[in-house]
């Protein structure tokens, strides 16, 4: 019988396989007790059926004769224990998201409240202008006079262009705060919509995993977490009912160990 696992191929897959599976065989009743997921130039990593969420990791040579030899001693990378670690980062930065995004509100109601005192400076200084300009034209029967109340008015002018210069600056330094945040809280749902992403690649259909990129944009984090928790669970089920063989690759190594070691910081 020729076994092929979706998404796998290898030279040395079949002896590979049957190193793992002794018992497949019709007098061994076709027992399966591991399932390769991942080769590479010097490892197998395969999914043990009698331990669920284990993954085994092999070493393996062709020795001077050419045959393929497979190590007895393998790691064990628990998967499950390791998204579970994941989920409870994900939480953590989650309740920072929500704190910079109220902080952001708090930011923007500052800014709307400036850009309204602004406003009325801008009206009050007109206001303003309007009178120095009736002064300057009653400036020729009424010089003297004029004289006096210009400079009180000057003095006046000058402290409310100077306060509205004040509250300029203000809300420059408002705006580039609030760009910065904004700009912050983008990034970071980026590198986690993306990091969500990889972490269920191995785990998920690749088309129905498509499906799901594909409108990741308009996903909130949350939202795309708990798709493709439902499709991963889906897709589980379905194994585990044995309606389909799909079997998701497992992710490099060096992939998930930089995942586990930016969330255990």
């Not at 990378?77 to 930065?93: P, S």
């Not at 009180?152 to 910065?180: G, P």
């Not at 945040?181 to 992403?197: F, G, H, P, Q, R």
């Not at 995993?209 to 708990?226: A, F, M, P, V």
């Given at each position: 019988m020729t076994v092929k696992v979706a998404g796998l191929e290898h030279e040395h897959f079949e002896t590979i396989w049957n190193v793992l599976n002794p018992n497949f065989s019709e007098e061994g009743a076709y027992s399966i007790n591991l399932i390769p997921c991942e080769i590479t130039e010097e490892h197998v990593f395969a999914l043990n059926c009698e331990h669920a969420g284990q993954i085994n990791k092999y070493s393996y040579s062709i020795n001077e004769e050419g045959t393929l030899v497979i190590a007895?001693?393998?790691?064990?990378i628990d998967y499950k224990h390791q998204v579970?670690?994941?989920?409870a980062a994900q939480t953590e930065m989650d309740g920072k998201l929500t704190e910079a995004l109220?902080?952001?509100t708090a930011l923007k109601d500052q800014y709307d409240t400036l850009m309204a005192d602004k406003e009325s400076l801008q009206n009050e200084f007109t206001v303003l202008q309007n009178e120095f300009e009736?002064?300057?034209s009653a400036l020729a029967e009424k010089e003297q006079e004029i004289e006096a109340k210009q400079e009180e008015f000057t003095k006046e002018l000058n402290a409310k262009q100077d306060a509205f210069?004040?509250?300029t600056e203000v809300l420059a330094e408002k705006d580039e705060t609030i760009k910065k945040y904004s700009d912050t809280i983008v990034e970071y749902e980026n590198k986690e919509k993306e990091a969500l992403i990889a972490k269920f690649t191995a785990r998920i259909p690749a088309?129905?995993?498509q499906s799901i990129i594909d409108r990741k944009d308009s996903l909130t984090i949350k939202e795309l977490n708990t798709e493709l928790a439902l499709e991963y669970t889906n897709f589980s089920m379905t194994k585990e009912n044995k309606e389909d063989i799909r079997i998701p690759a497992v992710p490099e190594e060096s992939a998930l160990v930089k995942l586990l070691k930016n969330y255990k910081k």
């Amino acid at each position: 019988m020729t076994v092929k696992v979706a998404g796998l191929e290898h030279e040395h897959f079949e002896t590979i396989w049957n190193v793992l599976n002794p018992n497949f065989s019709e007098e061994g009743a076709y027992s399966i007790n591991l399932i390769p997921c991942e080769i590479t130039e010097e490892h197998v990593f395969a999914l043990n059926c009698e331990h669920a969420g284990q993954i085994n990791k092999y070493s393996y040579s062709i020795n001077e004769e050419g045959t393929l030899v497979i190590a007895d001693e393998f790691e064990v990378i628990d998967y499950k224990h390791q998204v579970a670690e994941y989920e409870a980062a994900q939480t953590e930065m989650d309740g920072k998201l929500t704190e910079a995004l109220n902080t952001y509100t708090a930011l923007k109601d500052q800014y709307d409240t400036l850009m309204a005192d602004k406003e009325s400076l801008q009206n009050e200084f007109t206001v303003l202008q309007n009178e120095f300009e009736a002064l300057k034209s009653a400036l020729a029967e009424k010089e003297q006079e004029i004289e006096a109340k210009q400079e009180e008015f000057t003095k006046e002018l000058n402290a409310k262009q100077d306060a509205f210069n004040a509250q300029t600056e203000v809300l420059a330094e408002k705006d580039e705060t609030i760009k910065k945040y904004s700009d912050t809280i983008v990034e970071y749902e980026n590198k986690e919509k993306e990091a969500l992403i990889a972490k269920f690649t191995a785990r998920i259909p690749a088309e129905t995993l498509q499906s799901i990129i594909d409108r990741k944009d308009s996903l909130t984090i949350k939202e795309l977490n708990t798709e493709l928790a439902l499709e991963y669970t889906n897709f589980s089920m379905t194994k585990e009912n044995k309606e389909d063989i799909r079997i998701p690759a497992v992710p490099e190594e060096s992939a998930l160990v930089k995942l586990l070691k930016n969330y255990k910081k």
